[in-house]
């Protein structure tokens, strides 16, 4: 894609979806980090069922570790890997007293110690909590970084570093989620649905497909 082509696909994103937001549910920066770290393999109207019944009881660091582990998976169990991600919850709530007030911190070192909290995770938080200009690559933007020739790469560093080369410094605060939307119901793995794309001319995928 070369640069007018960018420009072009970012200001098409940002004109059908002015102000993209997580379609994660929640309230404040706590809830926002536990969603993201429940959300691993997992979808996200799975773990907004979850979290539904959840943040109302617990939505604090210590609120979670009142309810105990057991506690805590009887909540969430009904998300992939429940087991191992109700015990990175639990040290995670309990880093988060010890060493930071129970606050989030706005950091990223802070936030990838953090058990169960990744470089993706710790990004989602920068941005979407902290109105950081960081970009999480989880499978959708891995997806539309190489499909689309945005941002080609190997790996997810690869594919997170050369999208905040290329993305155009006006639309990088939001691109995150443009492109996980865009991964998510248009461009989609097994079969992208070019038709319906509005920024298909920009695309560098050649084998266009139709609805039929």
């Excluded at 072009?8 to 379609?23: I, Y």
């Excluded at 617990?58 to 009887?74: F, R, Y």
């Excluded at 079969?191 to 920024?199: E, G, I, N, R, S």
Aim: charged share 20%; proline share 6%; aromatic share 8%.
């Amino acid at each position: 894609m070369t640069k007018d082509q960018i420009e072009h696909f970012f200001a098409t994103l940002k004109a059908a979806n002015p102000m993209p937001v997580t379609e994660l549910e929640y309230s404040s920066v706590f809830e926002l980090l536990v969603a993201v770290l429940l959300s691993a393999q997992a979808t996200d109207v799975g773990v907004n069922k979850a979290t539904r019944k959840l943040f109302p009881v617990a939505n604090t660091p210590q609120k979670i570790l009142a309810l105990g582990l057991e506690g805590l998976e009887g909540y969430i169990k009904t998300i992939g890997l429940y087991h191992s991600k109700a015990r990175h919850l639990m040290q995670t709530c309990q880093m988060l007293v010890e060493r930071h007030g129970g606050q989030v911190p706005r950091d990223r070192a802070a936030l990838e110690a953090l058990p169960g909290v990744g470089r993706k995770t710790a990004n989602v938080v920068l941005n979407s909590a902290f109105g950081e200009a960081t970009m999480a690559v989880d499978t959708h933007i891995f997806r539309v970084g190489n499909r689309t020739g945005l941002a080609p790469g190997k790996t997810p560093y690869e594919v997170e570093m050369k999208l905040l080369k290329r993305v155009p410094p006006q639309y990088l605060v939001d691109a995150h989620h443009w492109l996980i939307l865009h991964g998510r119901y248009i461009c989609q793995a097994r079969k992208p649905l070019c038709w319906q794309c509005a920024v298909s001319q920009d695309c560098d995928f050649k084998p266009k497909t139709t609805a039929i």
